[in-house]
């Protein structure tokens, strides 16, 4: 990963008290413009956001979800890896910076790398790969950053205000990680 000096984050388990933050940060459109989320607004209600952590927590929905914390411990968003292939060895990977006051400011890199590690390590994973929609320049900027390459184009992959936009998937290998 070529960086300079990034912040300090950590992540955590999913708490019930997350839902609130999650919940305000879902109703900001340029947050959620580019996350696989229902046509409708606000895409979850503050019900459905518990509904979701709760699976979170509960580890019933196939999701390894966690929040993403400042140093001062400031919830700031939330990492996931989930489509976990034990067999193969890989799983995909899935971010947001929830509090756009720490968008630009290399704290998804530093949340990424941080799920990178624990995905290598503790989930004994060879390959984390992610779904990025082709226009989502500041993500796919961050991504290279971190040392994903390029896998290939998913067309039309997300159905998106009701048209298809194509997806690009990318891949960041053990080997490379930790080279
Ligand atoms: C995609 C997303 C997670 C990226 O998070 P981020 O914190 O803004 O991105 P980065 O950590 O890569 O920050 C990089 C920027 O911080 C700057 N920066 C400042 N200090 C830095 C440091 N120490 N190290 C690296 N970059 C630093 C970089 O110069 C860069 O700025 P630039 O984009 O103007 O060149 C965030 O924009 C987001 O949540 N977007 C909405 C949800 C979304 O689209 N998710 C992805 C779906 S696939």
């Known amino acids: 990963m070529k960086t300079n000096k990034l912040p300090i984050v950590q992540l955590r388990e999913l708490i019930l008290e997350d839902v609130?933050?999650?919940?305000?940060?879902?109703?900001?459109?340029?947050?959620?413009?580019?996350?696989?989320?229902?046509?409708?607004?606000?895409p979850f209600s503050r019900e459905e956001t518990r509904n979701w952590i709760e699976m979170c927590m509960n580890k019933?929905?196939?999701?390894?979800?966690?929040?993403?914390?400042?140093?001062?411990?400031k919830h700031i968003g939330w990492v996931d890896l989930k489509n976990i292939d034990k067999l193969?060895?890989?799983?995909?990977?899935?971010?947001a910076i929830?509090?756009?006051n720490y968008w630009g400011k290399g704290f998804g890199l530093a949340a990424m790398k941080e799920m990178l590690l624990w995905g290598f390590n503790e989930l004994e994973l060879n390959k984390i790969w992610?779904?990025?929609?082709?226009?989502?320049?500041?993500?796919?900027?961050?991504?290279?950053?971190?040392?994903?390459?390029?896998?290939?184009?998913?067309r039309?992959?997300?159905?998106?205000?009701?048209e298809f936009v194509d997806?690009?998937?990318?891949?960041?290998?053990?080997?490379?990680?930790?080279k």
């Open 20 to 42: 609130e933050d999650r919940y305000q940060w879902c109703l900001d459109k340029e947050l959620t413009e580019h996350l696989n989320m229902p046509k409708k607004y606000p």
């Open 60 to 73: 019933t929905n196939g999701y390894e979800q966690k929040a993403i914390l400042t140093e001062e411990g």
């Open 88 to 95: 193969n060895k890989h799983a995909e990977l899935g971010i």
């Open 98 to 100: 929830g509090d756009k």
């Open 130 to 154: 992610l779904r990025v929609e082709v226009d989502n320049e500041k993500a796919i900027k961050s991504y290279q950053r971190a040392g994903y390459i390029e896998e290939g184009i998913l």
């Open 156 to 162: 039309q992959d997300r159905l998106r205000n009701g």
């Open 167 to 178: 997806r690009l998937r990318m891949s960041i290998l053990k080997k490379d990680f930790f």
